[in-house]
């Protein structure tokens, strides 16, 4: 006969398998859309589709290659490697590269809610922290997007090394252990955003685990070296191909008060997740004494509130902890790029949120009716979220919408315009490109230098395609601009090259 703790345990199996099928369903029914996306103006055409690190011959040459060249001004040979592979499955069909994406992402989530359960014995609170990681509008950028792999493929192992340690931890062995730090190891290679995790075990070591002390901080040692070698290369790799141009010319007090901005953004958007945009511009000296104080207030208020709360309500700090601390990398004190935030920041740090949220809110309740009313209220936010990622997963469809609703959230913002106006040039619409330019220059006088680069550069493609018609065409157009916007210098240069455009040696 059966025993009662072998029917409850045989039940709870059988509600885990169904909720990660059902996490693994509603990422799959949010995001299915993107087969019929197209790459994006942005990282999308230089990393995929004209990348010649992607064409390779052998497997022997693509680890080569992967692991000596960079990846967008970053290390990431484990996210080239894959390229590399949708390259020889799928061509330059946008479709593969973007659903892999989605698998990912997906198994990311259900690899999430299992490591959860298995480190909580929570098997409700772990499948809502999973399933809010799986549809929350915010990560749609990390997913929609193709350039974006680095985050899928990262937080895929990511989830991997949560869920090794989880296994670790119930029967310690040497395998085991090594398991963990492989999981880790190819998560480093696949974006440097993991050199927090280890951070993240410890604070899993707090809670749920419950087993910090001198040994479990030791254990990490070979962590946190991986990660910080990871860190050194990146930080290499991005001062040598000139990430830091921009971020260079930002004194190291704006950089920290946008700081404290962006993360209270993320935490608002997380709640609220309305405004979203592929660019937010960065604050620079915008922000008020007396706002940043209020944010700054309001973070150190959290912080604290959790603190005070750690021993018998230990989720709320750790999941606070979490959030700040994964975010640190991409708070712009090292500024990579022009943008303020950026939604695909808050992929890991996200989850931080979600499982202090859960497990607070499941502390509270007592009685039948209250875990019914908790269960409906997750359950309608949860459909809410996806809507809201489905409407999210649109705008991505193609680099058109993808710059309108950047102008339609940030309307004062230079870059959306240019690469509006830049997008119109590349299919040769140059009447609908000139008013974008104009206003882009308008906004930021220092854009059309920029806006003129790429034309130049736009111009010289065509001609070694052997397109010389569409290189005048626009190298005419940039003389023109240049002209207009007072850029002789360029306007000269320009046009003393049209008959090698031409094809005239």
């Known amino acids: 006969m059966e025993s009662v703790r072998s029917r409850f345990v045989r039940r709870s199996r059988s509600l885990r398998v169904l909720l990660g099928l059902a996490i693994l369903a509603a990422t799959v029914a949010v995001y299915q859309p993107v087969r019929d996306h197209s790459f994006v103006d942005l990282d ?99 997913v929609a997007w193709a350039s974006e792999r680095k985050d899928t493929l990262s937080g895929l192992f990511f989830m991997l090394t949560l869920w090794s340690y989880a296994r670790y931890v119930e029967r310690p062995s040497r395998a085991r252990f090594v398991a963990v730090h492989v999981a880790l190891a190819l998560g480093l290679l696949a974006k440097p955003m993991l050199v927090t995790l280890p951070a993240v075990l410890l604070l899993l070591d707090f809670w749920p685990l419950r087993r910090l002390d001198l040994r479990a901080v030791r254990e990490k040692s070979v962590m946190f070296a991986l990660a910080a070698a990871d860190a050194y290369v990146t930080y290499y790799v991005q001062g040598a191909h000139g990430a830091f141009d921009y971020g260079g010319g930002v004194p190291f007090s704006l950089r920290a008060a946008n700081a404290i901005d962006a993360t209270c ?198 001609a070694e395609q052997g397109r010389p018609a569409e290189a005048v065409g626009t190298a005419s157009f940039a003389i023109s601009f240049a002209e207009e916007t007072h850029e002789t210098e360029t306007a000269a240069a320009i046009r003393a090259r049209l008959p090698e455009l031409r094809g005239v040696r």
Request: net charge positive; aromatic share 12%; charged share 10%.
């Open 265 to 462: 953004a993320y935490l608002g958007q997380t709640i609220w997740p309305t405004g979203l945009a592929v660019f937010y511009p960065h604050a620079l000296g915008s922000l008020g004494h007396r706002r940043l104080a209020l944010e700054l207030g309001l973070l150190a208020a959290l912080t604290l509130a959790a603190w005070l709360v750690r021993r018998r309500q230990p989720w709320w700090l750790v999941g606070w902890l979490w959030y700040l601390g994964t975010l640190v990398p991409v708070l712009g004190f090292v500024q990579v790029g022009m943008q303020g935030r950026a939604d695909r920041y808050t992929y890991l740090p996200l989850i931080g949120l979600a499982l202090a949220l859960a497990f607070g809110a499941c502390h509270v309740v007592r009685t039948r009716a209250a875990r019914v009313a908790l269960a409906a209220g997750a359950t309608a936010a949860l459909a809410a979220l996806a809507l809201a990622a489905s409407a999210q997963v649109d705008v991505w469809r193609d680099s058109f919408t993808l710059y309108q609703r950047a102008i339609q959230v940030s309307p004062q913002a230079s870059f959306p315009y240019l690469r509006l106006g830049m997008v119109y040039a590349m299919q040769g619409d140059f009447g609908e490109a000139l008013p974008r330019f104009r206003r882009s220059v308008e906004l930021d006088p220092a854009s059309a230098k920029e806006i003129l680069r790429q034309l130049d550069s736009m111009a010289s493609g065509h």
């Open 44 to 142: 999308d055409y230089a990393g995929i589709l004209f990348n010649p690190d992607l064409r390779v011959d052998s497997p022997a040459q693509a680890v080569i290659v992967a692991f000596t060249k960079p990846l967008i001004s970053m290390w990431a040979p484990l996210t080239l490697l894959s390229w590399q592979l949708d390259h020889a499955l799928y061509g330059d069909a946008p479709a593969g590269y973007l659903l892999a994406n989605v698998a990912q992402h997906a198994a990311a989530a259900w690899l999430c809610f299992l490591a959860l359960a298995r480190m909580t014995g929570a098997t409700l609170p772990s499948a809502f922290v999973a399933a809010v990681f799986a549809v929350h509008p915010l990560h749609v950028e990390s």
